[in-house]
Structures are given as structure tokens and as C-alpha cells.
């Protein structure tokens, strides 16, 4: 097992019934970095005068590293093909499912449309199967990618070292994984079969990436699948291994919570707002340099709440149908799950701007892997 | 006036732009402020969109832009990162920033004098953002960089002049300019670096993110003026001690 998931195990034990004084989190609060046991003090705490304080020092802390800026981006799903039996998920290859893979040509419609709404970073993603979806079809829509837009991520299945660095070389620069839960025994339950069975060639992706060339990484669980604070708090480590291993790298955290995906799937935890925000503040505050993403899984009103605090890349316009943005397509039944916030990009550059923040659109030089 | 990269100056006050809430800051820091040196990240060059306008509109025609090699690896990235952004803003000013890390951003002091080898050779006027190591000042003074910018504090950090014991060899030693970067978060210590003596500060979160960016920056203007003035007629010597006559003087003298 990694060094860090068994840190976080040790410190999870240790602290589990340990509920931090307010004398104790304005000290924690105090200090400059913060210890891997404020961290897990600070994940126990659930006095709302607490969480107030956490939140105004992550704010400044957010301001200081990353200014008034936004970052958007959106996703394009190209193919929903899988191979994996994942219990919880809408594309799961159990499902009656209208399976789709998109041409070349329709790739580019799409990046075509989604530029013409203003979007300049994008992240392909594909479910699991390698013969359907395989390593030169996701390296050509790659391609096409890095020629409409300045910057071009993968959210796919885990990859060997050779195979991302194939990807690095047509200039993608960032992958995003989520683990979905960091705890193996769950794990192994919530994923019966199929290649996505391995936990440990998951965990390690992020790292055969960064190690390929990959710039940026982001990573997370799917809360409610297994205890959520415990995944957050390996999920933070990871991050924080990442960020030691790869320092040149940029490293984010999104903590996605679970939402119906058309299967009758009962998540064991559900996570209440309160919980979810201090989650993310946390992120914050134990590592201030992380990019913190948000996607529209959330509603509109509480995406708008956080982007003043703590988050720094959200999505904008997202459709999670494979073509939806060039075709009209059912968003409800062919979705990998729900879409909560379904304003416009225009409409989010609007409420970004009337927080005196500055949307941006990329975050890298287009043209400066591939030439 | 002063001379630096080929241009005449007015302004010691040059600003990041990266984190700013609204371009449209920039022209009215231009008028307002008298900034005349502007950085601006090439990775935040987009092109114009259906919601935003290239920041590269709000520069004024008269303004200089320096880009900024922020985002790259190593020199090589660093190279084409320059490359690209001169041919978008008709600019060969380039700031080299090649960070080591992105928990402190701490620069990477040896890609970066690869870096600056490379771009002195295709033309470039070179500021490289540097620790305040007086060896590598040394060196880059040497292949030809225009000035060299240590940082004052790590990036972001408003904690002032905190390197002053090191960025004092620098600014004796050195005959090029000497621009202090990051760190700077107040104007009394954009103040402090020019009674120094550097001969310019470069500041971007402590005007960005202000709650009033260009009143900030209207302030920062003021106290590098104020600082520099200072610097040239000459700082008097600090006393630990009054130098009053001491009640004890008589019985001394005695």
C-alpha cells in the first residue's frame, strides 16, 4: 500500500475521536503550514464559528496565490464505450446503454462549437475500453484537440508510462483521475470487474503521467462511496505526495460527490453542504498552492458561493453526453450523471465578473510541447 | 529617466497583470499611476473569445510589455515560451521565470542561466527573476542579461524586503539594473528596496489583489518616487544611540 494512504489510516486512528478546542483551531489557523495532524484536527471540527474562521483564511490564501482569477474549462466526451462494472456509474458495461464512439470529424464539430462559445481548455474523456477506445484513437482526437485549443487535458482510463508519454508528445498537458475511493476493501466491492478492478494501477497514474511530461494532474475521490472524510484526507495526501515528487508540476483537487447516474445504486454516505465546503477549505488550507475544481455536478448557487473562496477552475457549459454540444442530445438519459448547473458560459463569466474576479480561459502556451 | 533595455523610463513601478480582477486596470494604471512596464504571462495570451478580449488590447501602444516565461519546466520550455510570446506582442522584453517548485516558487537558478544564454543569443532583452545569490547575478551580468530581478520574499507572500542582507551585495555589486521582484506587499516596502538603491520593483499581488487595484497602485507609485529620491540624495546613517550629549558627558570629560 502507498506510504500515504497508510499515514492517513495511522492519523485517522489516532484522532477519530478528537475534537480540536477554538483556542486550538485559531492556533492551527495561525500558523504558516500546517501539520499532517492539524490536518486531520481541522477535518474534525464541525463548530460552525470554526468553519467561518477556516473559511476566511483560505479565502486570503487564495487570493494571495492565485489573484482574482477563474479558470474554465469543459469537458468532451468522446466515446462511452466501458469495459468495467462499476456499481454506481451510468456508463457502467452492464447497462443498457446506447453506446457511442465519436468520429474524427465529430470531434473537431465539437471542439469546433465548444471554442465558439468561448472555450479555450478542454478535457477528453472516454470511458474504459481499450479496444473501442484506444490508445491512437484517444492520441488522434488529442491531436485535433491541440490544434483548436491552447490547452488539452485527459480524463481516461489509467495508462501505461509509454502510452501518456505518447499523449505528452502530441501536447497534452494534464490528466485528470479520480480514484474514486481510496479505501481498497471498498473499492474492490464497488468495482466487481473489468480492468478498472486494479486499485493500485489507478492510484499510480497520476504519477506514470507526470513522469511522462504531463504538466498538471488532478485528482480526488467520488465522496460517498466509501467514508468521505477519510477520503479526503488521503485524497490531500496524494495530492501532497504529488507535489513533493513532481514540485514543478501543478497538482489540483476536486472532490466530486456522488449523484444519481440512471442506476438504482444507494450511496453509504451522503455529504450535507457544511461537510463538503470544509472539505474544500481544508484543501486550502493545508496546501494553499492547489488548484481546487469544481464541476457542474454542483448547483449554481453554491458553485457561485465557492469560487469566492477557495475554488479555482471550474467548468462552464458542460455537456456530459458523448456530442452533445455540436448535436442536440438528452442530456437526462444519456448523461454519466446529472449536470446541476446548466448556465450558459456566458451566463458564468457574467457571475464571475460581477465578483470582481477575471475569468481565464487557459493556462498554458498553446504550441509549446508540439513544436 | 532612467535607461533600461534600450528604453527610457519615467516610472521605477512596473506591474504583473497575471492577477488582476479586470484588464481594463491596466490602461488606467498606465494614465493614472504613470506604470509604463507591464508583465504579462504568455501562457495568459489567449486569443480573443466570444466573452473576453486578448489582454495584449488593454496594453497602451506606448507601454512596454515584458512577457513572462511563467509555466515552463525548464529552459528549453522557457526558450519556446519566449519565442511564442514575442511573436504576440512584437516585444522581445522577456521576464524569465523557470520556478523550481510550485509550493514556493522558488526560481530554478540553473535552467534559468540556460535559459538566459539561449535567449541573449537570439536577440531577447532578458530579465531573469532570480534568488538574490550574487554569484548567479554575477554570471548573468556577464552573457548580457539587461538586469537581473531577485525576488524580495517568495512570490506572494507580501513579506517585504526579507533578503535584504543578500540583495545588498547585489545591488553594490552589480552595474546592471537591479529590479526587485515578488515579495513586495506594502509601498513603505517598495520604498525600502529603492532607498536601497535597486533601480526598479516589479509588484503584482499586492496591487492585484487589493481591494482597489489602482488607488494600490497609485500608492506603490508614490513610495517608489518617494524611495528613490531618497536614494539619491543620500539615506543618512542609522544610530542604535541618540548621539544627544550624555548626562554622564561632564564627569567624562572631566
Known amino acids: 500500500m502507498a506510504s500515504f494512504l497508510e499515514e492517513a489510516e495511522e492519523l485517522f486512528k489516532e484522532y477519530k475521536e478528537y475534537i480540536p478546542t477554538h483556542k486550538e483551531v485559531c492556533d492551527i489557523l495561525d500558523k504558516e503550514f500546517l501539520s499532517k495532524e492539524d490536518l486531520i484536527k481541522l477535518l474534525n471540527v464541525s463548530n460552525k464559528e470554526d468553519i467561518l474562521l477556516m473559511v476566511k483564511k483560505a479565502q486570503k490564501l487564495t487570493r494571495e496565490n492565485f489573484g482574482k482569477v477563474i479558470l474554465l474549462y469543459a469537458p468532451l466526451y468522446i466515446a462511452n464505450y466501458c469495459q468495467n462494472g462499476c456499481v454506481y456509474c451510468g456508463f457502467s458495461c452492464k447497462k443498457e446503454y446506447r453506446r457511442e464512439k465519436l468520429s474524427f470529424e465529430r470531434i473537431e464539430n465539437e471542439l469546433r462549437k465548444m471554442k465558439e462559445e468561448g472555450i479555450d481548455s478542454v478535457i477528453i474523456l472516454t470511458g474504459e475500453d481499450r479496444i473501442n477506445s484506444s490508445v491512437e484513437y484517444i492520441e488522434k482526437a488529442c491531436e485535433i484537440a491541440v490544434n483548436i485549443m491552447s490547452e488539452v487535458s485527459i480524463e481516461v482510463y489509467p495508462l501505461y508510462e509509454e502510452e501518456y508519454r505518447r499523449l505528452s508528445n502530441v501536447g497534452v498537458i494534464g490528466i485528470t483521475l479520480y480514484q474514486e475511493t481510496y479505501q481498497k476493501e471498498d473499492y474492490e466491492k464497488l468495482h466487481p470487474f473489468g480492468p478498472k478492478k486494479d486499485f493500485e494501477f489507478r492510484l499510480n497514474a497520476p504519477e506514470r503521467a507526470l513522469k511522462s511530461g504531463f504538466h498538471e494532474a488532478c485528482i480526488g475521490p467520488l465522496l460517498g462511496l466509501s467514508h468521505p472524510k477519510k477520503d479526503v484526507l488521503c485524497a490531500i495526501l496524494h495530492a501532497e505526495y504529488l507535489l513533493e515528487k513532481f514540485p514543478k508540476t501543478e497538482i489540483s483537487i476536486s472532490f466530486p460527490r456522488f449523484r444519481s447516474a440512471g442506476t438504482d445504486f444507494m450511496p453509504l454516505y451522503t455529504v450535507s453542504d457544511k461537510e463538503f465546503i470544509k472539505f474544500l477549505i481544508i484543501a486550502r488550507l493545508y496546501l494553499p498552492r492547489i488548484g481546487i475544481v469544481l464541476s457542474t455536478r454542483e448547483n449554481s448557487s453554491l458553485r457561485d458561493a465557492l469560487i469566492d473562496v477557495c475554488v479555482t477552475k471550474i467548468s462552464a457549459g458542460s455537456k456530459t453526453t458523448v456530442g452533445g454540444y455540436a448535436e442536440e442530445k438528452d442530456e437526462d438519459s444519456e448523461a454519466q450523471f446529472e449536470v446541476e448547473d446548466r448556465r450558459s458560459v456566458s451566463e458564468i463569466v457574467d457571475v464571475i465578473i460581477k465578483k470582481g474576479l477575471r475569468p481565464e480561459f487557459t493556462n498554458w502556451v498553446k504550441g509549446v510541447k508540439n513544436i | 529617466m532612467f535607461e533600461i533595455g534600450g528604453k527610457l523610463l519615467k516610472s521605477r513601478l512596473f506591474v504583473g497583470t497575471g492577477k488582476l480582477p479586470d484588464y481594463s486596470l491596466i490602461e488606467k494604471m498606465y494614465y493614472e499611476a504613470g506604470v509604463e512596464v507591464f508583465a504579462v504571462a504568455v501562457r495568459r495570451i489567449g486569443p480573443n473569445t466570444k466573452h473576453t478580449k486578448n489582454v495584449l488590447e488593454y496594453i497602451p501602444n506606448d507601454a512596454i510589455i515584458m512577457v513572462n516565461t511563467s509555466g515552463a519546466q525548464d529552459h528549453k520550455e522557457a526558450v519556446k515560451i519566449a519565442m511564442i510570446g514575442r511573436e504576440l506582442t512584437n516585444s522581445n522584453w522577456v521576464k524569465v521565470e523557470i520556478e523550481k517548485d510550485t ?139 541618540a548621539q544627544a550629549s550624555s548626562p554622564l558627558e561632564d564627569f567624562i570629560s572631566g
Open chain 2, 103 to 241: 509550493k514556493y516558487l522558488f526560481p530554478d537558478s540553473i535552467e534559468t542561466l540556460k535559459a538566459c544564454e539561449i535567449l541573449v543569443k537570439e536577440g531577447f532583452k532578458v530579465f531573469p527573476y532570480i534568488y538574490p545569490d550574487l554569484n548567479l547575478a554575477k554570471e548573468l551580468e556577464q552573457i548580457g542579461v539587461e538586469a537581473v530581478m531577485p525576488l524580495g520574499s517568495p512570490i506572494g507572500t507580501n513579506k517585504g524586503i526579507g533578503c535584504e542582507v543578500l540583495l545588498k551585495p547585489i545591488i553594490n555589486e552589480i552595474k546592471i539594473p537591479v529590479i526587485i521582484d515578488a515579495g513586495i506587499g506594502r509601498p513603505s516596502h517598495a520604498a525600502k528596496a529603492m532607498e536601497m538603491g535597486a533601480d526598479a520593483v516589479l509588484i503584482n499581488t499586492a496591487i492585484a489583489t487589493s481591494s482597489d487595484p489602482l488607488k494600490m497602485a497609485v500608492a506603490f507609485a508614490k513610495a517608489v518616487e518617494a524611495g528613490r529620491v531618497a536614494f539619491e540624495v543620500g539615506i543618512l546613517k542609522e544610530y542604535e544611540y
